[in-house]
């Protein structure tokens, strides 16, 4: 039997404005162009991400030079389209995924933020304010964060035991997508760098868990 692919190499053609900025936040939060994407991916809901603006495809006049590195014209200048190149599991449009990179630079930029609902002291509507919190109330979310955490793997995350363990499921269990989300979603409040708790290596697992837990 022919073995499943698991990643897809894809050419998301964008202006070169906007290919410089998702590049320089990925360097920023120290990751990948595609982790950028698979993080919100996972965690934005599809409708929602479905109603971001398209950042489209570049200008006309917009191109970038490049020298041919192989082939019969290997050595000379080509101008082409800007892109990002990045590396996925399949099934992905390039709008939802330069959708995925946009809103990820918004988010950055501060012009939207999320909600993460169902954690303790979550932000809601119905509560404009939250007092901080005392030290009693500080050690027990201290605690709760200790024991969300795991110890990054050495080597990473390359077996569905492994992905399981990362994500705090049982050994052997066949969760599904749903399940699969929402723990990724709460690890991920707690994990991704932006937090208080953050830790690059350790969301960066989260998202190798989801990348073959996921495969279904």
Not at 60 to 76: N, V
Not at 127 to 133: D, L, N, Q, Y
Not at 139 to 144: D, P
Not at 186 to 194: E, Y
Request: aromatic share 4%.
């Amino acid at each position: 039997m022919a073995p499943t692919k698991t990643k897809q190499s894809y050419t998301i053609p964008c202006s070169s404005g906007f290919r410089d900025a998702v590049v320089a936040l990925a360097q920023r939060k120290t990751a990948n162009v595609a982790d950028l994407a698979r993080s919100v991916i996972l965690t934005v809901a599809p409708e929602h991400l479905a109603a971001f603006p398209d950042p489209g495809d570049p200008a006309k006049g917009d191109r970038e030079s490049i020298i041919i590195k192989s082939g019969p014209a290997k050595g000379r200048l080509w101008s082409r389209k800007p892109r990002l190149q990045v590396r996925l599991a399949p099934g992905y449009a390039l709008p939802m995924l330069r959708r995925a990179l946009g809103l990820a630079l918004a988010m950055d930029e501060g012009d939207i933020s999320m909600i993460f609902e169902g954690l303790d002291g979550a932000h809601t509507p119905e509560t404009p304010e939250i007092p901080s919190p005392d030290d009693e109330e500080m050690a027990r979310l201290q605690a709760i964060v200790a024991v969300l955490s795991f110890e990054p793997l050495a080597g990473g995350v390359k077996t569905r035991e492994q992905a399981l363990h990362v994500l705090g499921l049982p050994p052997g269990s066949n969760p599904d997508l749903g399940v699969l989300k929402g723990r990724f979603r709460m690890l991920a409040a707690i994990h991704h760098p932006d937090s208080g708790y953050g830790n690059h290596e350790r969301m960066s697992q989260l998202n190798g868990a989801m990348d073959i837990l996921g495969r279904g």
